[in-house]
């Protein structure tokens, strides 16, 4: 009995044992899963460039197994972040930053990166002594810490001595003090600024041939801003005919400060071209960088008998001038033209070329019907070489009815020989009419240096009507030989008619 009960116990007790062994086996080899990461901080995190922030993450529950925590941005230029979960701020924006196990992903946290905090600033020049005409100056600003952020503001003491732009540039206005602040923050830093007046010593001479020009546009070769300083009333400057023709401007260096009491200018002498400058203005500069105007018209002489003269209310020193062409005699022409422009003052006068009374019809030698010559353009002029017998060239067509009562062909030129036995055919659209010749040999000399040749067309006009129709045009018989080389420039007619 008491045998049976024993062996009862110790089966029971077998039993318990067996199950709870069996339970100690489970427990080793169970799987818990992992249910969320949790970051920390949660909070958005706001750091300065090269600051750092830890963050940490915590699996739930904090039994799971096989976590493996990995960490991540969304802009790896604005921030990192190490294995470790330190975040260090590169550059200003904004990222998120988060910790991964797996598939399962805790928050994203948001960081903000600014720049450092501004400590100080200084701005250089620390002072400003200027002159009046003195080219604008710009203030530079160094930061304490010197990736510092900030905004930086800018203003003038008084806007007549010196103005000041928004990104610091100061422009002298006139004589006088003032300071110029320069606020960011809570952070104020002042520039003395002192203007002096200082009247520039002139030169003594208008040296013409030394000066430059720039224009805003040219018509094409031969009419640059150049011929306006030439002398030569024959040339002038033209600009584009298109639409960046008008309004036009040039801009003339006189090489040195100039005591300056007017300017004049000589019209283009043509009398069917009108689309003359009428409206315009005239600024100056010792450094053309900061202008004055001081001359001013919407109705400009038209008159091209003589040199237009534009006194100034005061005498002034300067060393550039600028002409602005606003609009020009013929309100729709969208280009216009210049023969001659300068300065003067009383112990300078400029004494201009003498402007005759009448007027001029500019011609240039025509490129078809050209019978044994070789044409060669040079710098505003041509090169006639004959290279076979009857050697012959036409003018352009004169373009409109000789006016007046006297007309004569004018021209220089330069000849490697004596022509003696030359003549000049008075024609019509198609070739020269019947008989209508000069009736007598022209005799061009032998000329190293440019020489003047004049004809006079009386005959021409009284006897064959020549100039009365605008599709005459005349023909040049040098010579009956080849081996000639006659260089021509300034070819055209005067008359003695006026300007409508």
């Not at 100690?24 to 958005?44: F, M, Q, R, Y």
């Not at 500069?285 to 003269?309: G, H, R």
């Not at 209310?313 to 210049?338: H, K, P, Q, S």
């Not at 402007?355 to 006639?384: A, K, M, Q, R």
Request: net charge negative; proline share 5%.
């Amino acid at each position: 009995m008491y045998y049976n009960s024993f062996l009862s116990k110790v089966k029971v007790a077998s039993a318990v044992l067996a199950l709870f062994l069996a339970g100690c086996g489970e427990d080793e080899d169970a799987t818990v899963a992992l249910k969320s990461v949790k970051i920390s901080p949660e909070a958005e995190v706001s750091l300065v460039v090269e600051g750092t922030q830890q963050f940490t993450a915590t699996p739930e529950p904090a039994n799971a197994t096989d976590v493996k925590i990995t960490w991540d941005v969304s802009d790896k230029e604005v921030i990192s972040v190490a294995n470790d979960g330190l975040v260090t701020a590169k550059a200003v924006g904004e990222a998120t930053v988060w910790a991964s196990s797996g598939d399962v992903q805790s928050k994203k946290v948001t960081v903000k990166v600014t720049l450092k905090a501004l400590t100080s600033f200084t701005v250089a020049p620390a002072e400003l002594p200027l002159e009046v005409g003195d080219a604008p100056v710009q203030l530079t600003i160094t930061k304490t810490p010197t990736d510092a952020g900030g905004t930086f503001t800018y203003a003038t003491g008084n806007d007549e001595v010196v103005t000041v732009s928004a990104t610091g540039l100061v422009t002298v206005e006139g004589a006088g003090n003032t300071n110029i602040t320069v606020t960011s923050g809570s952070i104020v830093v002042t520039v003395p600024v002192t203007v002096t007046l200082v009247t520039p010593t002139p030169d003594e001479e208008f040296n013409r041939d030394e000066w430059t020009v720039t224009t805003s546009s040219v018509w094409q070769a031969g009419f640059e801003g150049e011929k306006m300083l030439d002398d030569d009333l024959f040339s002038y400057w033209h600009t584009d005919a298109g639409p960046t023709g008008i309004p036009a401007s040039f801009t003339v260096d006189m090489k040195g400060n100039k005591l300056i009491e007017g300017f004049y200018l000589i019209h283009r002498k043509d009398i069917d071209q009108t689309a003359n400058p009428k409206a315009i203005t005239i600024d100056v500069s010792l450094n053309a960088e900061t202008w004055v105007q001081v001359y001013q018209t919407n109705d400009l002489s038209q008159d091209k008998t003589e040199a237009i003269e534009l006194d100034l209310d005061e005498e002034i020193v300067a060393r550039y001038f600028r002409v602005n062409i606003t609009a020009t005699a013929v309100g729709a022409a969208t280009y216009t033209y210049l023969a001659e422009i300068g300065a003067y003052n009383e112990d300078e006068p400029y004494d201009p070329p003498e402007v005759e009374e009448g007027n001029t019809y500019t011609l240039s030698f025509s490129e078809t019907g050209v019978n044994n010559i070789t044409l060669t353009p040079g710098e505003g002029f041509v090169t006639i070489s004959t290279t076979g017998s009857d050697p012959n060239i036409g003018t352009t067509t004169i373009g409109r009815v000789l006016g007046g009562t006297t007309a004569k062909l004018r021209f220089e030129y330069k000849s490697n020989q004596a022509v003696t036995d030359a003549e000049f055919f008075w024609c019509v659209a198609g070739g020269p009419e019947g008989g209508k010749s000069t009736g007598a040999s022209v005799s061009i000399p032998q000329a190293a240096d440019w020489t003047p040749f004049e004809y006079d067309l009386a005959t021409a006009k009284s006897s064959f009507g020549f100039g009365s129709s605008p599709a005459h045009y005349i023909r040049f018989d040098p010579t009956g030989a080849a081996g000639y080389e006659i260089s021509i420039k300034k070819l055209r007619i005067e008359t003695d008619e006026t300007t409508p």
